[in-house]
């Protein structure tokens, strides 16, 4: 069937790069194409897009939506696509790969993307800066007529804790990439990190050294931008998920 949709139909990360070599594209354009009449029309930027479809909602304006953790791509939300009960509900991720926007700006494009996609209730999940976004989103969809089923922040602290840690450094900024990709590398440079993804042979091997540059702006962006950023309040139940490894060497405000 050129409508089977490949992560649902049990392809992985792994699969995704053997598909990608195989038709000679990037494993990028697989994430966001991943049937076969999709890959037959790809275009090479849509894997970089603002919203990534995961999985397209059928017969339902019920949405789960992913936001970017802090180097703006949602690619490590794509496993979701296989997990998640088939009912109809669409997932999307939002991503962030330019440095263009306040969190209350980002939230406004959120917001009028699924005002255009006529959503009526949404899932809200967010990783890292994602989480803030999420929660923005939470409080502006409150008097929207969009109604929030739940929201789930993962290692996503409020932008009053990040006020209280110091800047990253371009060490931290470099790490960030690694840490957002899953590779556990001790990088120095650009190249360092370029060469850490590529050993990995994960799904962001395939990025290129621009892209890895875009990668570390947005880093530095998004740190900037939790600190300039104020919490509003939200009137609902917030679900906060904290990874257990690594807590000895995490500042004690996180």
């Not at 791509?73 to 997990?83: D, E, I, R, T």
């Not at 967010?126 to 109604?147: E, K, P, R, T, Y």
Request: overall charge negative; glycine content about 8%.
């Amino acid at each position: 069937d050129v409508h089977t949709h490949f992560f649902e139909a049990g392809g992985n990360s792994l699969s995704a790069i053997q598909l990608a070599k195989l038709l000679n594209l990037r494993v990028a354009d697989v994430f966001a194409n991943p049937t076969p009449a999709q890959l037959a029309q790809v275009r090479r930027a849509d894997g970089f897009a603002e919203f990534l479809w995961l999985r397209e909602p059928k017969e339902s304006t019920e949405l789960i939506v992913c936001f970017y953790p802090a180097g703006g791509l949602g690619w490590a939300y794509f496993p979701l696509a296989s997990v998640v009960q088939h009912d109809g509900r669409g997932i999307v991720c939002v991503q962030s790969t330019q440095p263009d926007a306040t969190v209350q700006e980002k939230t406004s494009r959120v917001l009028a993307f699924l005002r255009e996609h006529k959503a009526t209730r949404v899932h809200l999940v967010g990783w890292s800066v994602g989480g803030v976004v999420a929660q923005d989103c939470a409080v502006a969809l409150q008097d929207s007529g969009i109604a929030v089923a739940g929201v789930v922040l993962l290692d996503a602290y409020p932008s009053e804790v990040w006020k209280q840690l110091p800047a990253p450094t371009r060490q931290e900024l470099l790490q960030g990439v690694c840490d957002m990709a899953g590779v556990n590398a001790e990088v120095a440079t650009t190249s360092d990190v370029l060469g850490a993804l590529q050993d990995s042979a994960g799904v962001f091997g395939q990025l290129s050294e621009e892209e890895v540059g875009t990668i570390i702006t947005m880093v530095q962006h998004n740190s900037t931008e939790m600190r300039n950023h104020t919490t509003r309040y939200y009137d609902g139940t917030v679900h906060c998920l904290v990874a257990g490894d690594e807590c000895d060497v995490r500042s004690e405000l996180l």
